[in-house]
């Protein structure tokens, strides 16, 4: 498996446009997980799912992101509008659904908002 | 619900002489435990885990850590610092009944030559 796959590795973007991040988790994995670094606050977990479901989403910021995992094998983050302060790391996390197993991460998408 | 605590926010240390990262976990159950690396501009790649097995584990590129229970500790060690390990390290908790991972701050490690 060429493990989590992330697009695009960057993006920069000017205030007030929609931003849409891609996540390929990999194949068999239940779990996905949307996490956002910045230097200030470290690794924030923001949204996760279960087979396709949101569990928990009570670290997305504001209504101005949204996650959707349509199928098995794919999720994005879109963020409308963004604004400067969502400039950050986004990491994206598969996990198996079985006990005492660690999450596999992507590479990321750095996005920046001028 | 489940946290972690990492008591140095940076370390320093010469190369060939050993790396000491300090976690501190909370949880109300028996917990997984991860330690997580991340290179510069890098993504987050497994050290090692434990997960109730032998407290004391190892990892890959000569890390090792011990779960002490009675001390709620995860420590992280290696004998020798080489260059390669200048990067910043996670502990990270996960519950039995709870697929989502807890991060500490992390630790930035230095390497001097």
């Known amino acids: 498996d060429a493990g989590v796959i992330q697009s695009p590795r960057h993006e920069v973007t000017e205030m007030g446009q929609e931003v849409t991040l891609r996540c390929k988790p990999i194949s068999g994995h239940d779990y996905l997980f949307w996490y956002r670094q910045t230097m200030m606050r470290g690794l924030e977990l923001l949204i996760y799912f279960n087979n396709n479901v949101p569990i928990d989403d009570s670290g997305m910021p504001e209504d101005r992101f949204s996650a959707k995992m349509p199928n098995a094998s794919f999720s994005t983050l879109k963020i409308q509008p963004s604004e400067p302060r969502d400039s950050a790391v986004y990491f994206c996390?598969?996990?198996?659904?079985?006990?005492?197993?660690?999450?596999?991460f992507g590479q990321g998408t750095r996005l920046t908002v001028v | 619900a489940q946290s972690v605590t990492q008591l140095d926010s940076h370390v320093s240390v010469s190369e060939g002489t050993p790396v000491l990262l300090r976690c501190n976990y909370s949880s109300s159950y028996s917990p997984s435990l991860f330690w997580y690396v991340q290179h510069p501009n890098k993504g987050l790649q497994l050290l090692l885990k434990?997960?109730?097995?032998?407290?004391l584990v190892k990892g890959i590129n000569g890390f090792e850590a011990e779960f002490k229970k009675s001390e709620t500790s995860f420590h992280l060690t290696k004998p020798s610092a080489h260059m390669s390990d200048a990067a910043e390290y996670f502990c990270v908790v996960t519950e039995p009944h709870d697929y989502k991972l807890s991060f500490g701050a992390g630790t930035t490690v230095t390497v001097r030559a």
């Open positions: 434990y997960t109730s097995a032998a407290t």
């Open positions: 996390a598969s996990r198996p659904g079985r006990l005492n197993t660690e999450a596999f």
